[in-house]
């Protein structure tokens, strides 16, 4: 888009959306939320980047390379911390049996695995939000405008 | 003509879902059908067992993991197979990675 | 009178039914692929709000551990069984997506009535 007015309010929100977001995957065992929601706004607010400024600039940020490790990385994580219980006690991903610190319900340390899960979730939902819209407008671009018009 | 007939069966398609409807239990205390030994267990022991104060997370990633992760597959899947659809590979100089 | 009262009872069940025969008109009706994919999503999220409906007690609270102990939570495994089912729809709504782009690359219309014409006459000529 060329409008003055769009482009400097979207540089001003966007952080704003992405510290939101991270609130609430971090805080996904104390108040209403998770990993899926809290994947979905960091998600949105790449989106909103990639309609406002255009798809070339959007691709340096995040580019196919980084969509790679993202992916693959959060499930490799996922098994790997089964893959923990399974080798500290005899079961596969146990919370409380294979020594993960418990603390007190309530406070930001505490229910072992779960923030651990929680984060890993939204990495890789923010990541295939990001994927699948850039591989659905990648059709629309042409030699002399570069960019959604 | 087809048309009209078409919205006159959806009508009457309407009218017989929600007769049935009509037997569900409307007024949900605890001695509702869906509200079993298994509801109990998880609201009475989530807390001591995991140390979450939010039940649902607690039953997403601790007592149901293995669902998760199964629906990480089926993300990862996805991405999969829209990008064999529509990423071609073109012979052409210049083009970013 | 105690039709329009049981009808007032129900009405997170009577709205689901509805979304889901709207979702269905639209399929069965229309000629645009795009309008019948965005129908079969609609039939998708009717099915999220029966099972929520379900789950529902009268008087309750969200179910977050409260300082009163005898509270009323709500039933939270319908909750959890949404969330799969919300990754399952939107996957399926991409990948019918990315086959009409290239159903419209191919042919050039993406209309029901030229693209049974068009398809009919390439098995003719070959």
Do not use: C, W
């Not at chain 1, 079961?91 to 505490?110: H, K, M, R, V, Y």
């Not at chain 3, 191919?106 to 029901?112: L, S």
């Amino acid at each position: 888009m060329d409008d003055r007015i769009v482009k400097s309010i979207t540089r001003l929100v966007i952080p704003f959306i992405q510290l939101y977001g991270i609130f609430i995957i971090l805080h996904g065992h104390i108040t209403p939320g998770g990993g899926f929601s809290g994947g979905t706004l960091i998600g949105t607010s790449l989106i909103l980047y990639t309609l406002v400024f255009g798809l070339l600039p959007s691709k340096k940020k995040f580019s196919h390379r980084m969509s790679q490790i993202a992916e693959s990385g959060g499930i490799v994580i996922y098994v790997g911390i089964g893959l923990i219980g399974l080798f500290l006690s005899g079961q596969f991903l146990t919370n409380l049996d294979a020594g993960f610190p418990i603390g007190e319900p309530g406070e930001l340390f505490s229910a072992g695995m779960i923030p651990l899960l929680m984060i890993t979730i939204g990495i890789k939902v923010a990541s295939t939000m990001v994927s699948l819209f850039h591989l659905l407008i990648e059709g629309d671009l042409d030699a002399d405008h570069p960019g959604i018009r | 003509m087809k048309k009209h007939l078409l919205s006159l069966l959806f009508l009457i398609f309407f009218g017989i879902l929600v007769y049935s409807i009509m037997e569900m239990p409307t007024m949900q205390n605890q001695e509702a059908p869906s509200y079993n030994e298994v509801t109990e267990y998880y609201i009475k022991n989530a807390v001591n067992d995991t140390g979450s104060v939010n039940f649902i997370s607690a039953i997403l990633a601790d007592y149901r993991g293995f669902d998760t992760l199964g629906e990480t597959i089926v993300l990862f899947t996805s991405v999969i197979a829209v990008a064999s659809v529509l990423r071609t590979v073109k012979k052409k100089e210049g083009e970013d990675y | 009178m105690q039709i329009i009262q049981a009808f007032v009872d129900h009405i997170n069940f009577i709205g689901a039914v509805a979304l889901f025969l709207i979702g269905l008109h639209t399929v069965v009706t229309k000629k645009n692929l795009i309008k019948r994919i965005m129908g079969l999503n609609i039939m998708g999220t009717s099915i999220f709000l029966f099972l929520v409906a379900i789950g529902n007690v009268t008087g309750g609270v969200p179910p977050i551990l409260q300082q009163d102990p005898n509270v009323n939570y709500i039933n939270p495994i319908p909750s959890v069984l949404i969330l799969t089912g919300i990754v399952v729809v939107v996957s399926m709504t991409v990948y019918s997506l990315s086959l009409t782009i290239k159903i419209y690359e191919m042919y050039g219309t993406i209309n029901q009535d030229e693209l049974t014409y068009l398809i009919r006459e390439e098995e003719i000529h070959d």
